[in-house]
């Protein structure tokens, strides 16, 4: 599943292809995007930006739209150039965006809506999303108030809740759990203000450095994969998510995992690092 970070990525190179290009064709198979196109006509606008807003990602026209898409499990952006091959299927194409230099493609996505300024301002997808953990206005106070509010949930359950803080997704929150040393299963309620600023300054520096933006604090995306190691090979990304039953990196313990919750979203986590009091 796309976490904030990979949302992000998304938005800037979809910000760089398109921002100031005007949109020259305009598909969709999406019926709600369709009938707003036949009323006021895409093509013809200029991509204002491209954004993300936690794991939404919003495209401005010119003239008052703004496109919002969400990747749920399965969706996708791509960029290609005019008359290159898609690597995924025709009939998997939602929504297709074209400029005289780059075709921008969604695949798959679930959730796409055209909005004017002032719906966004309503809408409720947007309005409950907690602090974006990537944006430059992140506020780190809200973060810490909307997480000791959580109440008797467990904390790996309330770092996806993306109304507590937004960005985090399942990979992040199993690395983020070992870096802090707090076992995913301890109750929010029971935790520390001093427990809850860990986990906000591991995970901030963290998914930032995944975006690209934070290179020089030595933690890069490699080849597009998500690294919160510092190693560079791909085996040794990530210090917990996906490595059930193998040595942990710190202690050599057996890294446990369960599915909890209504997703049924695996847990990665070292017994020993982040014990149970
Ligand atoms: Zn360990």
């Known amino acids: 599943m ?41 093509t013809g606008r200029t991509v204002d930006r491209c954004e993300s807003v936690g794991k939404h990602l919003l495209i401005t026209f010119s003239g008052d739209l703004v496109l919002r898409t969400h990747m749920r499990m399965s969706g996708s952006w791509h960029l290609y150039r005019p008359g290159e091959r898609w690597q995924r299927r025709p009939n998997a194409m939602r929504v297709r965006l074209d ?95 001093a427990d809850f600023a860990r986990v906000v300054d591991v995970a901030v520096p963290l998914m930032r450095a995944n975006t690209g933006a934070a290179a020089s604090s030595g933690i890069v995306t490699y080849r597009g994969l ?26 050599g313990t057996p890294i446990a995992s369960a599915k909890r919750g209504i997703d049924a979203r695996s847990t990665y986590w070292c017994p020993a690092c982040q014990p149970l009091p």
Not at 150 to 177: C, H, M, P, T, Y
């Open 226 to 251: 998500r690294r919160t190691t510092r190693q560079a090979s791909g085996e040794e990304t990530l210090w917990v998510y996906g490595r059930v039953g193998k040595p942990c990196r710190k202690c």
């Open 99 to 193: 400029t005289d230099t780059w075709v921008a493609v969604a695949f798959d996505v679930p959730v796409a809506e055209f909005l004017t300024t002032r719906d966004l301002g309503r809408s409720r997808a947007l309005n409950t999303l907690g602090p974006d953990l990537l944006s430059p206005a992140f506020n780190r106070d809200e973060a810490l108030a909307r997480m000791a509010g959580a109440g008797a949930r467990s904390i790996a359950e309330v770092l996806l809740d993306q109304r507590v803080i937004a960005g985090i997704g399942n990979v992040f929150k199993s690395e983020v759990l070992f870096l802090c040393g707090i076992h995913p299963d301890r109750l929010a309620s029971m935790l520390a203000p």
């Open 2 to 42: 796309p976490e904030g970070d990979t949302i992000f990525r998304a938005a800037a190179a979809l910000h760089r292809a398109l921002a100031g290009r005007v949109v020259t064709g305009f598909d969709t198979a999406l019926a709600p995007l369709a009938r707003v196109h036949d009323d006021s006509p895409i």
